[in-house]
Nanobody, 123 residues
Framework: QVQLVESGGGLVQAGGSLRLSCAAS????????VGWFRQAPGKEREFVAT????????YYTNSVKGRFTISRDNAKNTVYLQMSNLKPEDTAVYYC????????????????WGQGTQVTVSS
C-alpha cells in the first residue's frame, strides 16, 4: 500500500479556485492509478476524477468537467486537483486514493485512501 496525505482545502467564495495536493509515500508512485473522490455531509462518497499512471489519460465526473483538472508529478510523488469556478455544491471532504490495477471511477476498487481535506464554497 501507499500512504497518502491531502492538502490545499479551505474556504472559498463561489467562483473561486483551489488546488488540492495528494502526496504519496511508501511505494513507487508511478505504479498507481490515482483518483479524487468527495463526500458531502449526509451523502455517499462520489467520484470526482482519476488519472492513469503516466498522466496521459484522465476522466472526470460530468459535474466537474471543464472546471476541475487532475494532474500528477511522479517525480514529486504528488497528484493535484485544480478546481476553478467553484460552486456551493462542490462543498465536501475531498479524498485521494490509489489502486494498481484499474483506471476506474468505482471507490471500492481503490486500496489506499488519505484522511481527506475539507473544501467549503460559500455563496
Amino acid at each position: 500500500q501507499v500512504q497518502l496525505v491531502e492538502s490545499g482545502g479551505g474556504l472559498v467564495q463561489a467562483g473561486g479556485s483551489l488546488r488540492l495536493s495528494c502526496a504519496a509515500s511508501g511505494r513507487t508512485f508511478s505504479n498507481f492509478y490515482v483518483g479524487w473522490f468527495r463526500q458531502a455531509p449526509g451523502k455517499e462518497r462520489e467520484f470526482v476524477a482519476t488519472i492513469n499512471r503516466s498522466g496521459s489519460s484522465t476522466y472526470y465526473t460530468n459535474s466537474v468537467k471543464g472546471r476541475f483538472t487532475i494532474s500528477r508529478d511522479n517525480a514529486k510523488n504528488t497528484v493535484y486537483l485544480q478546481m476553478s469556478n467553484l460552486k456551493p455544491e462542490d462543498t465536501a471532504v475531498y479524498y485521494c486514493a490509489t489502486n494498481q490495477e484499474l483506471f476506474t471511477a468505482v471507490p471500492s476498487r481503490y486500496d489506499s485512501w488519505g484522511q481527506g481535506t475539507q473544501v467549503t464554497v460559500s455563496s
